[in-house]
């Protein structure tokens, strides 16, 4: 596996995410960076969930899912999505990103970004699960960023 790095000017890993990022505030996504994408890479895929939500929600609760993103990409913008990737479907039951929104306590939310040698075929309705087993046997990097949010 290649050095794959996933990092963000917004917050450092194992720092707080920033408020705006939050789903009851500007609810967009932080930019992210990009560096050492294989040159085989096909295309990388993003996601990001809580699975400190396993408590309160009974599950890992899904707040991202990427795919399909060109592997030439550098960075992701603040509320953006690069052009020809797709959004699937998060447990917010929308196909966009929805930011953290503990109701506890402190959590942790992890991005992982891989990067693969195909592209995925799969209908926007695909959710994380989906997109996992689509990519098994597919991956040749992968990196993470994880931030804390508290209520």
């Excluded at 960076?33 to 295309?43: G, I, L, N, R």
């Excluded at 550098?74 to 447990?91: H, I, M, Q, W, Y």
């Excluded at 109701?103 to 991005?111: M, T, V």
């Excluded at 891989?114 to 799969?122: K, Q």
């Amino acid at each position: 596996m290649s050095d794959l790095k996933l990092k963000s000017p917004a917050f450092s890993d194992g720092e707080p995410i920033p408020d705006k990022y939050g789903l009851t505030e500007e609810n967009v996504n932080p930019p992210l960076e990009f560096e050492d994408v294989p040159e085989k890479a096909e295309s990388l895929v993003l996601l990001m969930d809580d699975p400190d939500a396993v408590e309160p929600a009974g599950k890992v609760w899904d707040h991202w899912v990427l795919w399909n993103i060109d592997p030439d990409t550098a960075k992701l913008s603040e509320g953006s999505v690069p052009p020809g990737a797709t959004e699937g479907k998060t447990d917010f039951g929308k196909t966009e990103y929805g930011g953290p929104n503990p109701p506890d306590r402190e959590h942790a939310y992890p991005f992982r970004l891989y990067a693969l040698d195909t592209e995925l075929d799969l209908p926007e309705t695909a959710t994380k699960k989906d997109v996992e087993e689509a990519m098994e046997g597919r991956i040749l990097a992968e990196a993470e960023l994880t931030g804390t949010y508290t209520p």
